[in-house]
């Protein structure tokens, strides 16, 4: 190898070149690439932190304002965020580290960004958006919220890309009654439902003049007030609370099909569940009809983040038994 070759090897990474890894690989891969292996290091510990206490406080939002569009394009606003992070360092250093080459950058990017994420989305907590007003008060149209996978264990609908193709759940526990849950649909396995869980394995559930009856005995049902939202323009605000203590806000539209009802007996290993907006939600009253154990995706838990400006603070924890 010539002086003048070794030279040009270890020259400085272009500008170009710089912003192009970077907003595919992040400041990690960014910094690898123009050999500044400790940068590196620290964005890669700082952008998590920053990242984690996002997710556990919240992310801010516009009060009224729809951010749902920002959500569509916010992987191109990082890309443009990191490499703008890195392209300014790109002339401190020089790429005479093993670890700037680009297999070697690739290789480290993909092992310290893409299995940690995959296994948290998959085993851990995956983030879902909730698309409808079937679960008003509790959960409202562009809420995003983190659904625990590992609360009900693991069966093929929980793990993305049916990558888990086993019979029924393994290291398996069962719903508590009041759970918000995301299952499969039973009709439609590839569609993702929200609602919270009332009947569990023999339960008898009724609904008879729009009051909940579990086993023959009503449920509490007080009245708190009157509601609006921008989803709901005039309802009647509700406290329900189960024979385990546990209490939730539900509301009620006025008189619809789904206030009388037939008595429903859950089979075994399947479960009974209704939205928290009575008479505007498709549930177990309705199409679709008893859930599987095996359908279930995981426990709702918590709020991060409202796109459409509607301020969350106070429904950010979807645990009501707190547990």
């Known amino acids: 190898m010539t002086e003048e070759t070794a030279q040009r090897e270890t020259a400085s990474r272009s500008l170009w070149s710089t912003a192009l890894v970077s ?32 997710i556990y406080i919240g992310f801010p939002v516009l009060p009224g304002v729809d951010l749902g569009w920002w959500a569509n394009f916010s992987g191109i606003g990082l ?7 890195v392209v300014p360092f790109a002339h401190r250093f020089k790429p005479d580290r093993w670890y700037a080459h680009g297999l070697s950058v690739l290789v480290l990017v993909f092992l310290t960004t893409y299995p940690a994420a995959f296994a948290m989305r998959a085993f851990l907590f995956q983030p879902f958006s ?3 007003s079937s679960m008003v008060p509790t959960l409202a149209d562009g809420d995003h919220f983190f659904v625990s996978k590992f609360a009900y264990g693991y069966s093929r609908y929980s793990v993305p890309f049916g990558l888990l193709p086993v019979d029924g759940r393994i290291f398996g526990a069962e719903p508590r009654r009041g759970d918000i849950m995301v299952f499969r649909l039973p ?12 009947g569990l ?4 559930i009724q609904m008879v003049g729009g009051v909940l009856h579990i086993d023959g005995v009503p449920v509490k049902l007080e009245d708190v007030g009157d509601y609006s939202s921008g989803e709901v323009q005039s309802a009647k605000l509700q406290r329900e609370t189960l024979p385990e ?17 037939r008595e429903f007996v ?16 498709n549930d177990s009253r309705f199409l679709v009809g008893f859930v599987p154990y095996e359908n279930l995706v995981g426990k709702a838990v918590r709020l991060f983040w409202n796109s459409k400006g509607v301020d969350y603070s106070s429904r950010q924890i979807l ?3 707190g547990k």
Request: aromatic content about 10%; cysteine-free; overall charge negative.
């Open 23 to 54: 907003a595919f690989g992040g400041p990690f891969g960014g910094f690898l690439w123009i050999g500044s292996g400790k940068l590196a290091v620290v964005s890669l510990v700082v952008i998590s932190v920053v990242v984690f206490a996002l």
């Open 79 to 85: 890309m443009a965020l990191w490499a703008a992070i």
């Open 130 to 132: 909730m698309p409808s």
């Open 187 to 198: 009709s439609e396995p590839d569609i993702d439902y929200v609602k919270r869980v009332i």
């Open 201 to 204: 394995p023999g339960d008898r």
């Open 245 to 261: 203590g546990i209490s939730y806000s539900v509301i009620d539209l006025g008189n619809s099909i789904g206030d009388d009802t």
């Open 266 to 281: 859950v089979p075994t290993a399947e479960y009974f569940t209704l939205g928290d907006n009575r008479d505007n939600s």
């Open 319 to 321: 645990d009501p038994s």
